[in-house]
Structures are given as C-alpha cells and as structure tokens.
C-alpha cells in the first residue's frame, strides 16, 4: 500500500492551494483519511481528517479556510486551502487508516510529505 501526495509550493499569503493524495495497493477498505503538518522541530500535528462518510473534523486554526474531501471510489482524500497564511507554511502529510489484504489487518498509512510555503 501507498499513498502517494501532489500539489504544495509556494504561494503569496491570502493565495489558494490544493493538496490530493491518492491510496493504491492491495486495499479493500480505508477509514479516515487525513492531513498533517509538521514543521522543523515540532511534531505532526492534525490539519483535517474526514471519515467514510464524510465527517469532518478540523483544526481550530484552518476551519473556514481549508476544505478537506474524500472520493472513496478513486481512494483519494484532497484539501483546498484558501487564504493562505505564513503560519501555515509546513510540510504536509496525508494520512489514512487502511485494511490491506496482504496483511490482513488495519494499519496507518503516510504520504512522503509535500511542502506548502506562504510568504508574506
């Protein structure tokens, strides 16, 4: 299993930014799927998370700014990120709960990181 992320870069603070993460490998099933961002010497801390069905959760800092999406046919999870600020400049993980058939239980995925950096 895999989770393979895209998007990130460098964008001017007020500006947007989308972050997709696609899951392959032998899945049958994934639960939450989310994202995380770290910085240097801090730990990973959650941005958003969403269920199977769609629920939500959000950080404090990111809620009304960033949308966070899943397409469970394509085992996909995005994040639209608008009003960008400098304090979110990190690297960001993606992040999913996954059952792959090969070892026949549960585990926790991540994507390799992708930079977002926002300047002022």
């Known amino acids: 299993v895999q989770l393979q992320a895209y998007g990130g870069g460098l964008v001017q603070a007020g500006g947007s930014l989308r972050l997709s993460c696609a899951a392959s490998g032998s899945i049958f099933n994934i639960l939450d799927m989310g994202w995380y961002g770290q910085v240097p010497g801090k730990q990973r801390e959650l941005v958003a998370t969403i269920t199977r069905s769609g629920v939500t959760n959000y950080a404090d800092s990111v809620k009304g700014r960033f949308t966070i999406s899943r397409d469970n046919a394509m085992n996909t999870v995005t994040l639209q990120m608008i009003s960008l600020k400098p304090e979110d400049t990190a690297v960001y993980y993606c992040?999913?709960?996954?059952?792959?058939?090969?070892?026949?239980?549960?585990?926790?995925?991540w994507g390799q990181g992708t930079q977002v950096t926002v300047s002022s």
């Open positions: 992040n999913a709960h996954i059952f792959s058939m090969p070892t026949g239980r549960w585990d926790d995925y």
